[in-house]
Structure formats: C-alpha cells, structure tokens
C-alpha cells in the first residue's frame, strides 16, 4: 500500500527556518532515484501475479527471513506502508507493513477478524497501482493473527492506518486490488488511468 | 461492367455488411471509446501502445541490473572452471570421478542459488496463470542446475 510519504515531508520542511533548499532538492533527487529503483522489482497493474491467490507459508526457513528482509527495504525504498509478497511475484501468504514511523512488521499466513460495527471510506493508494488512488470501504478495527518470519505466533489489534493497511495487504494475498473495492465511478476513472498511454518515439 | 458492380466488387465504400457478432463488437469498441485516451487524437507518428519500464530506463542509464551482472558472472565462472577442467581431464589419472566429486563449484553455486532464488522477483519475470508458475526463458525454466560431478563427468568422462 502507498502512502503520501512525500507530501508529509514537504509539508514538514523548513520548519527551523534554515534555507536547505540546495540540500534538500539533491536528498529528494535521491529518494525519488531509490524510489523508482525499488518501485522497478515492485509488480504493476495488469501483471497477472497480482491476481494470483498466494499459497500458504509451510517453510519457516531463512529463505523466509530473507524474503521478508527484502520486502521491507523495498517497502522503504518505495515509500509505502505495506507490501504483499504477490506484489514482487511470490505466491506466499506473507506481507510486511509499517504505517507511519511505527516498526516494520511481518506477518505469514495472516487471518483477520473484522470489527464490523464500524466502517471507513478513504483514499488508498497502492504500490503496483502507482498513480491510482481510490476511496475504498474497510472496517477501522481489526484483529490479525498469523506468524512472524522465525514461526512464532503473533497477534496485533489494529485501529485506523494500520487496520486499513493490513487489510489493503490481505487482498493482495487473495488477488484483490482496490478498484475491485471501490466504487464503480472510481473504478471506470481508475481503470482509465491504468490504461496504457501511448508513447510518441 | 456495370459501375455498382464495380464498386461492389471492391468495396471502395468502406465496410458493408453488418453482423450481428461485428455490430456488437462495434459497439464495444465505441463504449470503449470513453476511456480511450486517443480517441480524436491525430496518430502523427508511429505509436507505441506501451509505457517503457523503468527498469529499462535504469538499465538503459546505469548498465546492466543486479539480476543481469549475476547470470554474467555464472557464465564466466562456468568458462573458468571448465578450462580447468579441461587441464586437469587432460592430465586424468584413474581418480578422476573422486577429482570430479571433489572439485569445489561453490562460488559459481553460489551464484546460482541466489539467481534461482532471486531472478523471477528482480526481473519481475512473466507468471503463467495456467500453470501458476513463471513463464519459460528462451524456452527453458529459468532455474539452472548447481554443478557437481555429474556435470563434470558429463563433459568429461573418466
């Protein structure tokens, strides 16, 4: 899942007062060159692996721990808040996320419980939809249970960004996007959006 | 000739015959229309109907990519111990399976096992959603096989 990360920082900027405008163009020249690198080995729409229902973990081996390690420098790199291992074309029940400036968290084999009384629409954007952003319906509490990359238990009761998160990221393990769950006006404009533009040479 | 028997011979005036299977295609295509971003655009030059990756442009900008420089490295690796192997298959004695057997493959093995584990994520390779599995590579999996003696003694006998 992407999140704004850009704008919150340019939001944030020159708050001492200080002119780092040399600076800070060269820094953001940076992160936008690693973003486009990671965003490169990150699955865009339509590539088929993303509608692909992924297969449960079995393996709890340093593959894993490599797998996981790898999504999550990708997730940085990318600026998001949430990648699912479907997104880099393996087909394993596994995700990390980190809404904000919380710590980075995996999850293998996921299984959520929604908290149905109360539901929110907000924007989402996503990692391999890249200039889409569509309102979508989730439930703001969950509870998510699963295992961490090592094979022990785990178990998180989330509200708000990091719900929305972990639900963003279980679809993705079942091949769902978000202009699946959004609503059919968004769906035609987003679709729009995804279509291939064409390149004059 | 009769002219309308001319004209309708060739068909100078353009599509005749409705279907019914082409009138429904035809009006897809005209719903389609909607979202077609070159829908009443002139088509002034040649029109490729694709976004280019940015993985080429890195690569197009940087030189090859990780992925790349390893299969590289694999290649050259797999020449340099087969010119070894070849001095040492020219100097063979009655050991040479045990030669074989012990001769140490692990840095090109290395290499192959990250490639195996690494190539369909970083080259974001094709998946078949027949077969659930990445799409084939100049027509082979993409996975290549360790080297071990039996490779040896494939290339050179005892």
Known sequence: MAHDHARDEHDHEHEDGHDHEHDDSGADREREFVRRQALAQIRQYPDVALRMRAREVTEFDEFLVQLVERMANLMHDAQGVGLAATQIGVLQRVFVFAPDDEPMRAVVNPRLTLDESEKLVEEEGCLSLREVRVPVERATKVVIEGKDPNGDDVRYELEGLPARVVQHETDHLDGVLTIDRTDPESRKQALGVLRPKPTLV | ?158
């Open chain 2, 1 to 158: 000739m009769k002219r309308p028997h001319a004209e309708e011979i060739l068909g100078e005036w353009g599509i005749r015959d409705v279907t019914p299977p082409s009138q429904r295609e035809r009006e897809q295509l005209a719903a389609d229309g909607e979202l077609n971003p070159l829908v009443g655009r002139p088509l002034r030059r040649r029109l490729r109907n694709f976004r280019p990756a940015p993985d080429s442009y890195i690569a197009s900008l940087g030189g090859p990519l990780p992925y790349m420089q390893r299969l590289q490295q694999i290649e050259a690796l797999t020449r340099e111990h087969l010119v070894r192997l070849e001095e040492a298959h020219a100097e063979r004695g009655a050991d040479w399976p045990e030669v074989a057997a012990r001769w140490d493959f692990g840095d090109v093995n290395d290499l192959i096992e990250r490639h195996n584990r690494w190539y369909p994520v970083e080259a974001r390779l094709a998946m078949d959603p027949r077969s659930r599995d990445f799409v084939k590579v100049g027509g082979r999996p993409y996975q290549r096989d360790p080297l071990d003696a039996a490779w040896v003694l494939e290339r050179f006998p005892a």
